[in-house]
């Protein structure tokens, strides 16, 4: 298994709403990231996850709350979201500290605030 | 702080063509260097890694350099189809945390 696998794949939320994305892989890989990536942008990074710990938060606000239950899974929890939220959140993960891995990116949550 | 540049922004050309994507970063103390495609709405597939030590790399009909002391990559695609119209992006990786993109060059192949 070679795929970082997201879910849903779409997603409509109101701004009172909580929901969540999740993000599985099964590459054994140790590092984990979310990236934002709104229309005709390079992705930005939100978050990094290290060995399932929390090792960088991009001051990315509150509403947004990060979660890494196991080395496979990493969820991103959504409350209270504004309008201007709604982008291509992405998910990746890394084989670890090596320096000669390369980023494998999910296909990503098309996320619309209404 | 790192800087990638990717040049042009947009590119068309006919089918068939052969054509050169280019990317150019400001901080040589690089790990690695990755192109990604990006259909639209999609996720981020991954087209080619070069190592800081390597000079290319080659699958199928693409073919990336990397010019590391001169901060310069390029993405060859030989005998361009219409399914490779999409976004390229460029990014280069300094430690497990840092990976700092391009813009991107949004490609159209047209039949």
């Not at chain 2, 280019?22 to 990755?34: E, G, H, K, P, V």
């Not at chain 2, 189809?81 to 390229?88: F, H, I, R, V």
Request: proline share 5%; charged share 20%; with cysteine.
């Amino acid at each position: 298994d070679t795929e970082v696998t997201q879910t849903p794949k779409h997603l409509v939320m109101g701004m009172t709403n909580k929901k969540s994305l999740k993000c599985e892989q099964h590459m054994g890989h140790r590092a984990m990231y979310w990236y934002k990536q709104k229309a005709k942008k390079p992705p930005e990074l939100m978050f990094v996850y290290s060995y399932e710990k929390l090792s960088i938060n991009e001051s990315v606000p509150s509403r947004f709350s990060p979660e890494c239950p196991n080395s496979s899974l990493l969820n991103l929890h959504l409350h209270a979201l504004q309008p201007e939220d709604s982008a291509l959140y992405l998910c990746a993960s890394r084989g670890g500290n090596r320096t000669n891995y390369g980023y494998t990116f999910g296909s990503g949550t098309r996320l619309t605030v209404v | 702080k790192q800087e990638v540049t990717q040049i042009p922004a947009a590119l068309s050309v006919p089918e068939g063509e052969n054509l050169v994507l280019n990317c150019s970063f400001t901080d040589s103390a690089i790990y690695n260097l990755q192109w990604f495609r990006q259909d639209p709405g999609k996720g981020l597939t991954s087209l080619l890694l070069i190592q800081s030590s390597q000079r290319e790399q080659t699958s199928g009909r693409l073919n990336a350099s990397l010019d590391k002391s001169s901060g310069r990559s390029t993405l060859y695609i030989a005998a361009s189809q219409p399914g490779d119209s999409a976004t390229y992006l460029c990014a280069v990786s300094r430690g497990y945390s840092t990976l700092t993109f391009g813009k991107g060059t949004m490609l159209l192949v047209s039949p």
